[in-house]
């Protein structure tokens, strides 16, 4: 039997650039349809599941750094993060990688560069840069809109750390977002699978330089 050929790496590219046109045209549509907040909220499956248009800085947690330039330094790191990325996909192939590996990767990819163009081209293009932003270049805010309302009330007394507090679990996300957590998933659930070929190699050569010493 004929094993499968892997698709070209532009196959691969292109999943990522499908990926960054969904995110941002879903991004755009929310923008310009929805009003931010409670207010503009559309249940999809109830309470659970929601369009909830709100925007963030774009940092993990919500998290800010004290000092200046701050977003423009992480907006440059995510920069060099996705060139990374490309070329590990790049160098994934030329490897004849599996190619569920190879999708994942690109959709990680694709995720990563949707979020960054938000903080590049968002502050100009759609005016929701922070109020104190030294420019609104690099300072755009992230558009999110998918709500998953999953618990929101106050943690048992009894619990450690947390016990007594208010606390709400109810992650707000979009396409891109989406798209990396996948492809994060889907690598460590298939890694055996994924990188089962790279452990075979270095068996190989292992074996091959202990039998020269023999």
Known sequence: MTAKKTPHVLYFFGISFFVILLDQ????????????G???QIQIFGNFFKLH????????FGMEMPFEN????????RLIAMIAIGYYLYKLYISQSPKGLLICVAMILGGA??????SIFFGVYLDNAPYDAPTPWFHGQVVDMFYIDI????????????????????????????SIFLGITFILIFQ??????????????AAGESGKED
């Open 70 to 77: 701050s977003k423009i330094i992480l907006t440059v790191f």
């Open 38 to 40: 409670v207010k503009g």
């Open 113 to 118: 560069i949707g979020n960054v163009l938000d």
């Open 192 to 205: 055996k699978k994924f990188f089962h070929k790279e452990e075979e190699s270095e068996v190989t050569v």
């Open 25 to 36: 045209v879903v991004k755009l549509l929310v923008h310009f349809n929805m009003e931010m």
């Open 53 to 60: 248009y709100l925007t963030n800085p774009g940092m993990a």
């Open 151 to 178: 618990w929101e009330g106050r943690v048992a007394d009894w619990v450690p750390i947390f016990g007594g507090d208010y606390m709400a679990l109810w992650p707000v996300f979009n396409v891109a977002d989406a």
